[in-house]
């Protein structure tokens, strides 16, 4: 049964962080986007130690350092790649290419590196992923192909990627809790010095505090540890692509929330994220296939 739900722990992760545009639209308009990603990491990396230290599962012995460290710092990268990738390119290239790209990555990081030949059904739901992320986000304006900021975009896919990676291994024989709790701990400790550089009036208003709250505790902590527990059953690669549901739900917010409008490519474009997404957890439906899609073909 556990196995079954690991790619719906993953899902579920995927929706919360489709909520992070929105809650955005609703923060102070003085907060800085690299600012709200650090506050980001530092209210989820407090909420995830606390929730450690209560239930006391803090295991630092058992913990691999070099692979801790790196896992932290690819979470650590992403954020200010990613939100400076938007910022130069619009949000509808930064977020195709960055979110696009890491499933393609991260399949191509385990077939290189430890030898897992992603599954026929991976390519096929990752085709139609990214497809579909493509047509989602072709209504958007505000599109600037800047070489800066594909690059940017790009080392923030190649980041997530390599955090999941790192985290699917971190998350074998321990805790979830305990890994994603030091790991967002050494996150928000590298991005500390953004909270200096910017400027931080907004969070001590009732905007900045429900947006720092809200950003933390569900699209970090709880958003994360999801994700992690769902690495224990599902590949990385397969686990990347199933993210893919970040830009669907967030383009439905979007139109429900705050009055965006999609033309009828966009929602064509959900419907093959849908079928993509679909056609990777259908699998899970059988005990056989619970640990994971992508096994090694030779």
């Not at 070099?66 to 990738?85: D, E, G, N, R, V």
């Amino acid at each position: 049964m556990k196995g079954k739900l690991s790619p719906l722990f993953i899902l579920l992760a995927a929706m919360l962080w489709g909520t992070t545009g929105t809650t955005q639209a609703f923060a102070p308009e003085s907060a800085h986007p690299i600012a709200i990603g650090a506050t980001r990491l530092a209210v989820g990396g407090i909420f995830l130690g606390l929730m450690v230290l209560l239930i006391g599962k803090l295991d630092l012995k058992h913990l691999p350092i070099k692979t801790t460290i790196l896992a932290s710092l690819s979470m650590a990268l992403y954020q200010p790649l990613f939100f400076s990738a938007v910022s130069i390119t619009g949000v509808a290239i930064g977020t195709v290419i960055a979110i696009g790209s890491a499933p393609i990555l991260s399949g191509l990081i385990e077939w290189l590196y430890l030898k897992k030949r992603p599954a026929k059904v991976w390519w096929c739901s990752t085709f139609l992923s990214i497809i579909g992320c493509l047509l989602l986000f072709s209504n958007k304006e505000s599109v600037n192909v800047d070489p800066v900021g594909i690059t940017m975009a790009l080392g923030a896919g190649v980041s997530f990627a390599v955090y999941a990676l790192v985290s699917s291994t971190l998350v074998e024989g321990r805790s979830s809790l305990s890994v994603v709790a030091v790991v967002f701990t050494l996150s928000a400790i590298w991005l500390s010095p953004f909270l200096l550089i910017f400027d931080m009036s907004w969070i001590l208003s009732f905007r900045g505090i429900g947006a720092s709250l809200q950003l933390g505790i569900m699209t970090t902590g709880i958003a994360y540890f999801l994700f992690a527990k769902g690495l224990i059953h599902v590949s990385a690669s397969t686990a990347v692509t199933l993210t893919l549901a970040e830009p669907l739900t967030a383009a439905v917010l979007g139109v429900f929330l705050l009055g965006e409008y999609l033309n009828i490519i966009s929602w064509l474009g959900i419907l093959f994220l849908l079928l993509g997404i679909g056609i990777l957890i259908w699998p899970f439906r059988t005990p056989a296939n619970e640990k994971e899609l992508s096994i090694a073909q030779k």
